[in-house]
């Protein structure tokens, strides 16, 4: 089913991520009426920086491809353990947090 419908997946994960939230700001004693568009405009702040995110790395790539066109092996390998290293810091953090 994942294979067949990916949307299916980002929807549930979406909107579990989306009561969780809706729940802290019921928590934190925001106004019952107000936690839809308080979820409307912080999904939209998360959607817009992810463009810019995106943006920015696209940009970066565009203008780096034209100062060299021979990166070495490692340019690329680099980065991806990098990424690799911050996320499983991020898990044992969280997963420390959790359970300690």
Do not use: C, D, K
């Amino acid at each position: 089913m994942t294979r067949r419908w990916p949307w299916i997946v980002a929807f549930v994960f979406g909107l579990l991520h989306g009561l969780g939230f809706a729940g802290a700001l019921n928590e934190i004693g925001l106004p019952q009426r107000s936690i839809p568009l308080a979820l409307l405009l912080f999904n939209i702040g998360v959607e817009l920086g992810q463009l810019l995110f995106i943006a920015a790395v696209a940009l970066a790539v565009r203008l780096l491809s034209r100062v060299r066109s021979g990166w070495p092996s490692w340019s690329t390998t680099v980065p991806a353990y990098g990424i690799g290293t911050i996320a499983v810091f991020w898990v044992i953090e969280r997963t420390v947090g959790f359970w300690g």
